[in-house]
Every structure is written in structure tokens, then in C-alpha cells.
């Protein structure tokens, strides 16, 4: 699964060329996707590459290029630690290894209907945000493809962001340069989206019907896109998968910058990278590996996330919902039956309750379908864990080493239509929460 950068340049004999598309710095020639009559772009730069000085900066626009850009190989993606073959989540989505990795991987990915393109088709859009506790992850896993989608006339867009050490550190001399520092990874989503906010007509898209959807991770991304005021105005709609709900019990004041920046120091003071200039000198396995080097020294273990820096992120999301600050556009939410702890049951019904209570649409799901076990396999866990729809949402199913039925594939089918219902309509195809009478609609085979 080696990934080469995509950026192969050609000549432009006119703009008529089948597949080539005008956006902000140039040309793009997409091409033929598995599924006959889709177009896929893959390894869309839509930010210059963050290395050197421009490392823990916020993305910067891309540069223009002469000619056209032949987008048929995905980018690298960001260093990260990796699930490894021998762990759960690295035999059920990683066995085949990892792309290249390299900071130069802020790019995105988009499957169109080939009819699409080049016209006003106003088609609406996904814009889908991966999972990896901000730490790991990218937009092309085996499980994330975009043909299905495509087929049901919806564009679907999925990107690579900074992660980790790359993507969410503070450090003292950051917040003295920027006047904040962190959130580069929210940063980079925001860059992306407002990037296809700008550029998808050009695919046929319609920027005003953009819905940002996401797992785990990438759905308490979502979640944060929803609060921030950078982002709240480039989406038509969200969908929140696994990614937690609301919980209004035992609401803790955020910590404050110099507190995400003394982390922070004290995390590449542990890699002996005691300056700014030290940091950005340092290679990528140096940045790689300081959180490791932190938690060897002593330090308690950490997950760099977003956090409040008064600009990228003002609130805490449980606060910015309960005063009502969120968009007021459709949101579908929902959980796996086996996932982990505080993403689903509660704190998602109670997130419902006061959306509906508010008087803004909320659609809640559950998806309830154990795996189906390999015994051949080593790690053919049971049950219907976190991130075990991801094969059904994205209709992948023959990726896997499961042995996945007619009924799986019944059922992928119907979150398919549900979930591209949800971005043309704002209803996925089922009751909206009632507080009065909730409902939530439930995934299985039949």
C-alpha cells in the first residue's frame, strides 16, 4: 500500500481535457475510478507542505503551478506512531501496512460522478474526517472509499491532516510567535474545508451543501468544526459517529494556554529539544518519538487534542451547546453497540434530548451488528466494536478478511443510502428525535 506523491505535471492542450477541472492555482486531471462512471482526484494538495518554518504554523495557501496536475497517486501521510500487525486495530485495518510517511501530507481525496464534472450539478457533498486518537490514521484506509458514494450522487471528499506532536502541540515560544499555538490539526481540517468550499463547484458540488462527517477522532473533530467560529459557516450538515454526545454532569473548566504550552515544553524538553529553533531543526522521527521519550522520563500519559486557544477554538463543546452556539443545521449521531466507554448510550441521548428540546432536527442511530468471526484469523474479535461500521458506511466490505455475507452487504447498502440521504436532504431516511417520544433508528442484518 506504498503511496507516491501525485503531483506529475503535464501539458495543458486546452481545457477541454475529459477529467480536468479549474481551481484556486490551477488545473487538476482526475482519473478513472474502479467504478465505471466515477472520477476520482487523488492526493489533492490544498495546503503547502508544513516543514521548515513552516512546521506548527498554520497551513498556508497552496503556490500556483503551470500546466495540469495528474492526481492519480494518494499523498503520504502524516508521521505517526501506527497500528501494528499483531494488535487489534492493526489486523483488522492495517495488515497490509502503511503508506509512505511524511510531514508533506496535507491533501485531500474526491470521488465524483464522472457526469458531474464540469458542470453546474450542485451535488452535494461529504466531507469526511478521520479517526486514530488525533495520533494516528489518514483519509485513504482500506475501509474509506469513496465509488459508492459517487454512484448515489454525492461527492465524497476525505482528508489528511497533522497529528500528534505535529498537529496539537503548544509550546511557550509557539504562543509567543503566534499568539496562540496548537490546534494545527484543526487548523488543517479548517484549511481543507474551506478549500473544498471554494472549489468544489469546479466537480460539480454545490458548497452549500457541504455535510462534515467523522469517526472517533474525526467525529469530535466534528464536533469542534461545529463550535469553531473559523469553520461554522461552510457546513450544511454533520454527522457524528462514535464520537461521544453530551454529558452535562461534572463540566470542569478547560485548562488554560500556558498550561497546554508548559505540556508541551516539557515534552521536547524530554526529546533534548529545548528551543523553538531546536524543534524545528529536529527531523521527523526526533518529533515522532518525543512523546515517547516524555512518558519514559516520568511524564503521564497524554493525548494532544484540541483545546481552547481563544481563536481556532472558544469554547468547550459542551458549553458552546449549551448556550445554543452551534449552527443550526441538521446533525445525525450515533454509536456501535460494543463501542467504548462515554461514545454512545447517555451522553448521546441527552444530546438529542436538548438539540430537540432547542427545536433543531437530530437523528440518532445505533448500529448493532457483531463481525462476523474468522477463526483462521488471529484477531477475528466478535461483536459490533468502535469503528467496526466503518466497512458498512463506506460499502468495503470485500477489503476485508471477514466473512461478510449477502446480509452485510443488504446492510451496507441501506447505511449507504442512509448516510447520502442525510447530505441531500438533511434526513437520513427516519424519524428525527422526539424528546417526547425518542426514537433511534437501528442498524443490523436482517
Not at 19 to 35: A, F, H, I, M, T
Request: proline letters at 7%; charged letters at 20%; a negative charge.
Amino acid at each position: 500500500m506504498k503511496a507516491i506523491y501525485p503531483f506529475l505535471l503535464a501539458l495543458c492542450v486546452g481545457c477541454s481535457q475529459p477529467g480536468v477541472v479549474k481551481v484556486n492555482g490551477g488545473r487538476l486531471q482526475g482519473v478513472p475510478s474502479e467504478k465505471e462512471g466515477v472520477t476520482v482526484f487523488r492526493g489533492v494538495r490544498y495546503a503547502q507542505a508544513p516543514v521548515g518554518p513552516l512546521r506548527w504554523q498554520a497551513p498556508q495557501p497552496v503556490e500556483p503551478w503551470e500546466g495540469v496536475m495528474v492526481c492519480d497517486k494518494f499523498s503520504p501521510i502524516c508521521p505517526q506512531p501506527g497500528n501494528k500487525p499483531g494488535t487489534f486495530y492493526g489486523d483488522e485495518f492495517y495488515w497490509d501496512g502503511t503508506p509512505e510517511e511524511n510531514e508533506d501530507c496535507l491533501s485531500l481525496n474526491i470521488w465524483v460522478p464522472t457526469k458531474a464534472l464540469g458542470k453546474k450539478a450542485k451535488l452535494p457533498v461529504a466531507f469526511w474526517i478521520h479517526g486514530g486518537a488525533y495520533m494516528n490514521g489518514y483519509g485513504y484506509e482500506v475501509t474509506m472509499d469513496g465509488d459508492e458514494w459517487a454512484a448515489r450522487d454525492v461527492i465524497l471528499v476525505t482528508i489528511n491532516y497533522r497529528l500528534g506532536t505535529f498537529g496539537f502541540l503548544a509550546h511557550p515560544e509557539l504562543t509567543a510567535e503566534q499568539g496562540q499555538s496548537g490546534n494545527y490539526g484543526t487548523m488543517d481540517q479548517i484549511a481543507a474545508l474551506q478549500w473544498v468550499y471554494d472549489n468544489i463547484a469546479a466537480f460539480g458540488g454545490d458548497p452549500s451543501r457541504i455535510t462534515v462527517f467523522g469517526q472517533s477522532a474525526g467525529a469530535m473533530s466534528v464536533k469542534t468544526l461545529l463550535i469553531s467560529p473559523l469553520s461554522q459557516k461552510l457546513m450544511a450538515g454533520a454527522i457524528i459517529q462514535s464520537g461521544g454526545g453530551l454529558s452535562t454532569r461534572g463540566l470542569t473548566p478547560e485548562g488554560t494556554q500556558a498550561q497546554y504550552d508548559q505540556l508541551g515544553k516539557a515534552i521536547m524538553d524530554s526529546a533534548g529539544l529545548p528551543t523553538l529553533a531546536d524543534m524545528r531543526a529536529a527531523s521527523s522521527q526526533e518529533i515522532l518519538g518525543a512523546m515517547g521519550k516524555y512518558m519514559a522520563a516520568g511524564g503521564n500519559y497524554v493525548m494532544l487534542a484540541p483545546h481552547n486557544d481563544r481563536k481556532v477554538v472558544t469554547d468547550s463543546f459542551e458549553m458552546a451547546f449549551l448556550s445554543d452556539a452551534l449552527p443550526k443545521i441538521p446533525i445525525m449521531i450515533g454509536y456501535n453497540k460494543d463501542d467504548m466507554a462515554g461514545l454512545g448510550g447517555e451522553a448521546v441521548d441527552t444530546f438529542c434530548e436538548l438539540r430537540d428540546n432547542m427545536g433543531y432536527p437530530v437523528y440518532e442511530y445505533e448500529f448493532l451488528r457483531e463481525l462476523p468471526t474468522n477463526e483462521a484469523h488471529p484477531a477475528s474479535a466478535a461483536g459490533a466494536f468502535h469503528s467496526a461500521e466503518l466497512w458498512y458506511v463506506f460499502g468495503t466490505l470485500e477489503r476485508s478478511w471477514r466473512p461478510f455475507t449477502a446480509a452485510d452487504r443488504a446492510l451496507s447498502a441501506r447505511m449507504l443510502d442512509a448516510w447520502t440521504s442525510f447530505c441531500k436532504t438533511g434526513n437520513p431516511g427516519w424519524p428525527a428525535y422526539d424528546a417526547a417520544k425518542p426514537y433511534k433508528e437501528l442498524f443490523d442484518i436482517e
